[in-house]
């Protein structure tokens, strides 16, 4: 007893260390928002309980011909597939409102819904139309959503809580919204925190400080709600504490697993094999606990007098059937209603065994040729087409399908990607213009427009002045005038040094003078006169070079020079003509007017006596004399030289006079700009007003040059043209960049519609091959979006294309009437061996069942839910199938208390996640520390502690009938009789089967099955165990052939 209560301890700790708090609805593993209904369903907000909320007809496979309606076809072929989906699975699924999102400011995130009423999606056999149906009541969460959050007391909503299960709150109705109102009204009442709700279906994006409350719709999928499970262990551990109290066998079976029988396990878990356990157990007259995921499924696959021995969520309808039953029920009819249904079941099953042969016979003599590679015997060709199915299924057949795919296989994937890629957008690319981004400017011409109109339109704002304003105003001819006379007068200005600002200028250079007075048109004529000894200037250097070296020295005193050369000149041309020197009176006219050249002056120390040192002297006197005349010149026009030698002075006038040259050069255009200017009432008249001038121009040219600019773009623009109706969205994009001055946007535009036209390409591409393989097959090209890769295209259209040929090709009239008579008589003997079945199962149970205490045979519910349905009343059944792993672990031991045996269906699951908060292991026994731990999957628990049994440990095998004798066929399997069904491996079992298939042929599959487990002979506590996977067997072997 002591071991048992640590074992319950530990388990109850372990489901309150499992059953975790998920706050965030994201959590889950499926969450499908109402707000995303297509508009073609409707949801009826006022669907009570039992009532359908909303329903989505079938949607066909192959999408509509008009591309606008494809978005709401997708749609709906999605929430169809979803809910479908559900239906098939059989998971918890709730209508939850009322989503709540919060960042407490100490705690984690809350983003769930308050409001939760269970669904039940249920597919309608006849139209195949799936509706979503209300079921159970509603319920608040705020307790498990905020237990422990500061400013949130369970106390103030209590009222709230009352309302909700007083009906309040269900589904959609109005009511839901008062709910929520209140809530918000009382949850946070007398603290600084206040809920806001909104009427709002759309979820909101993450939890934000204030609480927020919105109506957010939304079909949960959840996973089984293990809540009460720790209250449940509670209720077994006090069950234990009461006087006299004992250990229930399957408990005291897990803590000394060798004091009784063992578990049983089916490894093979199909739709049939629970239902088939459940049946064999009632037929013997068991009490029965399933825990199956799927219990409505499981239900419905019973056989209608098993199934109302069954119940699912209410008992009171078993009881009462039960009840009326026993009162009318007489044994002796009811056994030979029993023999009867035997009679006429063993007459069915030999009726059907003499049709298969029949038609056996019948399908070998006809021949068909359906395509290449397919032609043979029909049904020869039928069992291979079968056999392929699985491999190529996913290519449907059609009738009138052609014989050779439209596309290769390479197509085929690529249409495959190219649909797995489509987007709204992409779609649209087809119905748009095709525009080619080569056609278009560059993206480097559009920005080098941009840029430059920005930085002329920067520098001409930047050096704006009054006079650059007055000149904008000019026309461009009357600009370009003025520039090109600026152009030559700035030219020459340089070329004399005197390129910057006339501050800088040296006021004594004859340039700066000349180009001054120029400016202000003051002594033209003198200035004209000093121009005209420019030669004069020219000449006196090219002479001074000509007597370079000299040394020359003139008569002391003041001399008048144009005497002393005349008087050189003459007595040179006297020497010259072959007179001489003489003294005295005899000295000639020439020598007497010479005479103080002859004795003041020399020439390198020597008097001037011969013609070449007179011409020296001539020659020196002439300089003197220009540098006189051109002083003279010069001082009328307001320069002055320095006093130097005539050496020097000859220097300084000639270079004055290049100087002036270049000044004079330029002079119509500076008359030109000035009389222009004054033209339009601006006078320049000196450097400083020609340097503004100078700038203020510069500033004009500017604006002509960003007006130029701009003049380029908008032609630009122009080019462009009007844009077409359906053009691409991104060509509007560029044409906004231009107008909007945006480089950076025009570059992506064009980036962009060089993308354009590659996704027009791809669509065009994806639409020309569905077009091409729609055309022959609608359905396919349908579920080539989403679906499975491609693969063995030729092969699968060859199996598709043969089996819709097969479909359409007439059978024979013998043929058709054996299928006929075969499918009746097979329907008949479902019927009486399901019908034996219940009548056996009605015997067993009225047999035993007590009016004073009346019990349900069987129960059929999720694991998770048998704590709330069945008593803590231990061994209350004989057996508890667990049908599939449902994720449990350990927790889930719970299910050896209320039956002394177990009977697991399927393979184990893989190790579970460990919880959260650490579960004290020390209330284990020591031999079960090891094993029962927090991540160890039930079934690895239960196999591992339960040891199957082995050959003949039972007792001996009981003596086979003697008629008939089983048969024993050839083979490689040794069959050893008495032997354990779990020695026996799968392969070994179906190989049995086809040997006795193929020793006795035309054995129904009851037939084949009794006869297999006759040569078995295995121990007859495993009865039901083979029977179960010996009709594995035998499917699988009826599959392979």
């Given at each position: 007893?002591?071991?048992?209560?640590?074992?319950?301890?530990?388990?109850?700790?372990?489901?309150?260390?499992?059953?975790?708090?998920?706050?965030?609805?994201?959590?889950?593993?499926?969450?499908?928002?109402?707000?995303?209904?297509?508009?073609?369903?409707?949801?009826?907000?006022?669907?009570?309980?039992?009532?359908?909320?909303?329903?989505?007809?079938?949607?066909?496979?192959?999408?509509?011909a008009v591309i606008e309606e494809f978005d709401g076809w997708l749609a709906m072929r999605h929430w169809y597939r979803t809910l479908r989906d559900l239906a098939s699975q059989g998971q918890e699924v709730v209508l939850a409102t009322g989503l709540l999102t919060w960042q407490p400011g100490e705690g984690p995130a809350v983003r769930d819904h308050l409001l939760t009423t269970p669904v039940r999606i249920v597919v309608d056999e006849r139209t195949e139309r799936v509706d979503v149906v209300l079921a159970g009541h509603t319920s608040l969460r705020d307790r498990e959503l905020l237990g422990g959050v500061s400013g949130f007391r369970p106390a103030r909503t209590d009222w709230v809580w009352d309302a909700v299960q007083a009906g309040q709150g269900f589904g959609l109705r109005a009511s839901v919204s008062d709910v929520l109102r209140k809530w918000c009204t009382v949850a946070f009442a007398?603290?600084?925190?206040?809920?806001?709700?909104?009427?709002?279906?759309?979820?909101?994006?993450?939890?934000?400080?204030?609480?927020?409350?919105?109506?957010?719709?939304?079909?949960?999928?959840?996973?089984?709600?293990?809540?009460?499970?720790?209250?449940?262990?509670?209720?077994?551990?006090?069950?234990?504490?009461?006087?006299?109290?004992?250990?229930?066998?399957?408990?005291?079976?897990?803590?000394?697993?060798?004091?009784?029988?063992?578990?049983?396990?089916?490894?093979?878990?199909?739709?049939?094999?629970?239902?088939?356990?459940?049946?064999?157990?009632?037929?013997?007259?068991?009490?029965v606990l399933v825990a199956s995921p799927e219990a409505d499924r499981l239900h419905a696959a019973l056989p209608a007098e098993i199934g109302m021995l069954c119940a699912t969520t209410d008992e009171a309808d078993v009881l009462e059937r039960l009840q009326s039953r026993s009162v009318a029920h007489d044994a002796g009819r009811h056994r030979a209603w029993q023999e009867?249904?035997?009679?006429?079941?063993?007459?069915?099953?030999?009726?059907?065994?003499?049709?298969?042969?029949?038609?056996?016979?019948?399908?070998?003599?006809?021949?068909?040729?359906?395509?290449?590679?397919?032609?043979?015997?029909?049904?020869?060709?039928?069992?291979?087409?079968?056999?392929?199915?699985?491999?190529?299924?996913w290519l449907p057949p059609l009738r009138g399908m052609p014989e050779k795919p439209p596309i290769n296989r390479a197509q085929a994937a690529e249409l495959q990607r190219l649909l797995g890629e489509e987007t709204p957008r992409r779609r649209a690319r087809t119905g748009q213009r095709d525009v080619d981004p080569g056609s278009l400017?560059?993206?480097?011409?559009?920005?080098?427009?941009?840029?430059?109109?920005?930085?002329?339109?920067?520098?001409?704002?930047?050096?704006?002045?009054?006079?650059?304003?007055?000149?904008?105003?000019?026309?461009?001819?009357?600009?370009?005038?003025?520039?090109?006379?600026?152009?030559?007068?700035?030219?020459?200005?340089?070329?004399?040094?005197?390129?910057?600002?006339?501050?800088?200028?040296?006021?004594?250079?004859?340039?700066?003078?000349?180009?001054?007075?120029?400016?202000?048109?003051?002594?033209?004529?003198?200035?004209?006169?000093?121009?005209?000894?420019?030669?004069?200037?020219?000449?006196?250097?090219?002479?001074?070079?000509?007597?370079?070296?000299?040394?020359?020295?003139?008569?002391?005193?003041?001399?008048?020079?144009?005497?002393?050369?005349?008087?050189?000149?003459?007595?040179?041309?006297?020497?010259?003509?072959?007179?001489?020197?003489?003294?005295?009176?005899?000295?000639?006219?020439?020598?007497?007017?010479?005479?103080?050249?002859?004795?003041?002056?020399?020439?390198?120390?020597?008097?001037p006596t011969t013609p070449e040192l007179l011409d020296v002297i001539f020659v020196h006197l002439m300089i003197r004399m220009s540098c006189q005349e051109l002083q003279y010149v010069w001082e009328a026009a307001g320069a002055t030289f320095p006093d130097v030698p005539a050496e020097e002075r000859v220097t300084f006038f000639a270079r004055a006079h290049d100087r002036l040259a270049v000044i004079r050069e330029v002079l119509p255009a500076i008359e030109e700009s000035c009389g222009l200017l004054a033209g339009i009432g601006i006078q320049v008249t000196h450097p400083l007003q020609w340097?503004?001038?100078?700038?203020?121009?510069?500033?004009?040219?500017?604006?002509?040059?960003?007006?130029?600019?701009?003049?380029?773009?908008?032609?630009?623009?122009?080019?462009?043209?009007?844009?077409?109706?359906?053009?691409?969205?991104?060509?509007v994009a560029a044409v906004k960049a231009i107008d909007d001055r945006d480089a950076a946007a025009y570059a992506s535009a064009l980036a962009a519609l060089a993308e354009v036209r590659h996704e027009r390409a791809l669509q065009v591409r994806c639409e020309g091959l569905y077009e091409r393989l729609r055309a022959a097959h609608p359905e396919l090209a349908g579920l080539l979006a989403?679906?499975?890769?491609?693969?063995?295209?030729?092969?699968?259209?060859?199996?598709?294309?043969?089996?819709?040929?097969?479909?359409?090709?007439?059978?024979?009239?013998?043929?058709?009437?054996?299928?006929?008579?075969?499918?009746?008589?097979?329907?008949?003997?479902?019927?009486?061996?399901?019908?034996?079945?219940?009548?056996?199962?009605?015997?067993?149970?009225?047999?035993?069942?007590?009016p004073a205490a009346p019990a349900v045979p069987a129960w059929i519910a999720p694991l998770w839910q048998i704590p709330d349905l069945v008593s803590v009343e231990p061994d209350a059944f004989d057996v508890v199938i667990i049908d599939g792993e449902h994720e449990a672990g350990a927790e889930a031991l719970f299910l050896l208390w209320p039956a002394p045996r177990v009977i697991l269906v399927g393979q184990s699951g893989d190790p579970l996640p460990a919880p959260e908060d650490e579960v004290p292991a020390d209330?284990?026994?020591?031999?079960?520390?090891?094993?029962v731990t927090p991540t160890a999957p039930l079934f690895e628990i239960l196999l591992t502690r339960f040891v199957p049994p082995a050959p003949g440990a039972l007792g001996p095998a009981p003596a086979p009938p003697p008629e008939p004798e089983p048969v024993v066929p050839a083979g490689p399997v040794a069959v050893e009789r008495g032997r354990s069904i779990v020695a026996y491996k799968r392969p070994e079992l179906i190989q049995i089967v086809r040997q006795i298939a193929e020793g006795e042929p035309g054995l129904s599959d009851e037939r084949l099955l009794e006869r297999a487990r006759e040569l078995l002979g295995c121990p007859a506590d495993e009865d039901l165990l083979v029977g179960a996977r010996l009709r594995y067997a035998v499917e699988a072997y009826r599959e392979s052939s």
């Amino acid at each position: 007893m002591h071991e048992a209560i640590g074992v319950l301890r530990y388990l109850r700790e372990l489901a309150r260390a499992r059953r975790g708090v998920a706050r965030d609805v994201d959590a889950y593993g499926q969450v499908h928002w109402l707000a995303e209904l297509p508009g073609d369903v409707y949801v009826e907000p006022e669907a009570g309980p039992g009532d359908v909320l909303f329903s989505v007809p079938v949607i066909p496979l192959a999408p509509p011909a008009v591309i606008e309606e494809f978005d709401g076809w997708l749609a709906m072929r999605h929430w169809y597939r979803t809910l479908r989906d559900l239906a098939s699975q059989g998971q918890e699924v709730v209508l939850a409102t009322g989503l709540l999102t919060w960042q407490p400011g100490e705690g984690p995130a809350v983003r769930d819904h308050l409001l939760t009423t269970p669904v039940r999606i249920v597919v309608d056999e006849r139209t195949e139309r799936v509706d979503v149906v209300l079921a159970g009541h509603t319920s608040l969460r705020d307790r498990e959503l905020l237990g422990g959050v500061s400013g949130f007391r369970p106390a103030r909503t209590d009222w709230v809580w009352d309302a909700v299960q007083a009906g309040q709150g269900f589904g959609l109705r109005a009511s839901v919204s008062d709910v929520l109102r209140k809530w918000c009204t009382v949850a946070f009442a007398g603290s600084d925190v206040a809920a806001v709700f909104r009427e709002d279906w759309m979820p909101g994006q993450g939890a934000a400080p204030i609480p927020q409350l919105r109506l957010a719709p939304a079909i949960v999928v959840r996973p089984p709600d293990r809540g009460g499970l720790a209250d449940h262990y509670e209720a077994l551990l006090a069950w234990l504490a009461r006087p006299g109290a004992r250990v229930p066998g399957g408990i005291a079976r897990l803590l000394a697993p060798g004091t009784g029988a063992r578990i049983l396990h089916v490894p093979e878990r199909t739709p049939r094999t629970a239902a088939d356990l459940l049946t064999g157990l009632l037929t013997r007259g068991r009490r029965v606990l399933v825990a199956s995921p799927e219990a409505d499924r499981l239900h419905a696959a019973l056989p209608a007098e098993i199934g109302m021995l069954c119940a699912t969520t209410d008992e009171a309808d078993v009881l009462e059937r039960l009840q009326s039953r026993s009162v009318a029920h007489d044994a002796g009819r009811h056994r030979a209603w029993q023999e009867s249904l035997a009679e006429r079941g063993a007459a069915a099953d030999r009726t059907v065994a003499e049709l298969r042969e029949r038609l056996a016979l019948t399908e070998a003599t006809d021949v068909v040729d359906l395509a290449p590679g397919y032609r043979g015997a029909r049904a020869e060709l039928e069992r291979r087409l079968a056999a392929e199915a699985p491999e190529h299924s996913w290519l449907p057949p059609l009738r009138g399908m052609p014989e050779k795919p439209p596309i290769n296989r390479a197509q085929a994937a690529e249409l495959q990607r190219l649909l797995g890629e489509e987007t709204p957008r992409r779609r649209a690319r087809t119905g748009q213009r095709d525009v080619d981004p080569g056609s278009l400017p560059s993206a480097a011409y559009v920005r080098t427009l941009i840029e430059a109109e920005a930085a002329a339109a920067e520098r001409a704002e930047r050096s704006q002045t009054e006079l650059s304003r007055r000149l904008r105003q000019c026309d461009v001819t009357f600009l370009a005038r003025l520039d090109g006379c600026a152009a030559t007068v700035t030219g020459a200005l340089e070329r004399l040094g005197l390129a910057g600002h006339p501050q800088d200028w040296d006021p004594g250079d004859p340039a700066v003078r000349a180009f001054s007075d120029a400016l202000s048109n003051r002594r033209p004529t003198v200035w004209a006169r000093v121009a005209e000894m420019a030669p004069q200037a020219e000449w006196a250097r090219h002479a001074l070079a000509s007597i370079a070296g000299r040394d020359i020295r003139l008569p002391p005193g003041e001399q008048h020079l144009r005497q002393l050369a005349a008087a050189a000149q003459e007595l040179r041309n006297h020497l010259a003509d072959g007179g001489t020197l003489k003294r005295g009176p005899l000295r000639s006219a020439a020598q007497r007017q010479a005479e103080p050249l002859l004795t003041g002056a020399r020439v390198d120390g020597r008097p001037p006596t011969t013609p070449e040192l007179l011409d020296v002297i001539f020659v020196h006197l002439m300089i003197r004399m220009s540098c006189q005349e051109l002083q003279y010149v010069w001082e009328a026009a307001g320069a002055t030289f320095p006093d130097v030698p005539a050496e020097e002075r000859v220097t300084f006038f000639a270079r004055a006079h290049d100087r002036l040259a270049v000044i004079r050069e330029v002079l119509p255009a500076i008359e030109e700009s000035c009389g222009l200017l004054a033209g339009i009432g601006i006078q320049v008249t000196h450097p400083l007003q020609w340097h503004g001038y100078l700038v203020a121009l510069d500033n004009a040219l500017l604006g002509l040059k960003v007006n130029r600019a701009t003049a380029d773009l908008t032609a630009l623009r122009d080019s462009i043209g009007t844009i077409p109706e359906g053009a691409p969205p991104e060509l509007v994009a560029a044409v906004k960049a231009i107008d909007d001055r945006d480089a950076a946007a025009y570059a992506s535009a064009l980036a962009a519609l060089a993308e354009v036209r590659h996704e027009r390409a791809l669509q065009v591409r994806c639409e020309g091959l569905y077009e091409r393989l729609r055309a022959a097959h609608p359905e396919l090209a349908g579920l080539l979006a989403g679906g499975p890769p491609v693969r063995r295209w030729d092969e699968a259209w060859a199996w598709a294309y043969a089996s819709s040929r097969l479909a359409e090709l007439p059978r024979s009239a013998a043929e058709s009437r054996l299928r006929t008579a075969l499918a009746e008589a097979e329907a008949q003997l479902e019927g009486l061996t399901d019908a034996l079945a219940g009548a056996q199962a009605w015997e067993a149970c009225l047999a035993r069942f007590d009016p004073a205490a009346p019990a349900v045979p069987a129960w059929i519910a999720p694991l998770w839910q048998i704590p709330d349905l069945v008593s803590v009343e231990p061994d209350a059944f004989d057996v508890v199938i667990i049908d599939g792993e449902h994720e449990a672990g350990a927790e889930a031991l719970f299910l050896l208390w209320p039956a002394p045996r177990v009977i697991l269906v399927g393979q184990s699951g893989d190790p579970l996640p460990a919880p959260e908060d650490e579960v004290p292991a020390d209330l284990l026994p020591e031999d079960l520390r090891d094993l029962v731990t927090p991540t160890a999957p039930l079934f690895e628990i239960l196999l591992t502690r339960f040891v199957p049994p082995a050959p003949g440990a039972l007792g001996p095998a009981p003596a086979p009938p003697p008629e008939p004798e089983p048969v024993v066929p050839a083979g490689p399997v040794a069959v050893e009789r008495g032997r354990s069904i779990v020695a026996y491996k799968r392969p070994e079992l179906i190989q049995i089967v086809r040997q006795i298939a193929e020793g006795e042929p035309g054995l129904s599959d009851e037939r084949l099955l009794e006869r297999a487990r006759e040569l078995l002979g295995c121990p007859a506590d495993e009865d039901l165990l083979v029977g179960a996977r010996l009709r594995y067997a035998v499917e699988a072997y009826r599959e392979s052939s």
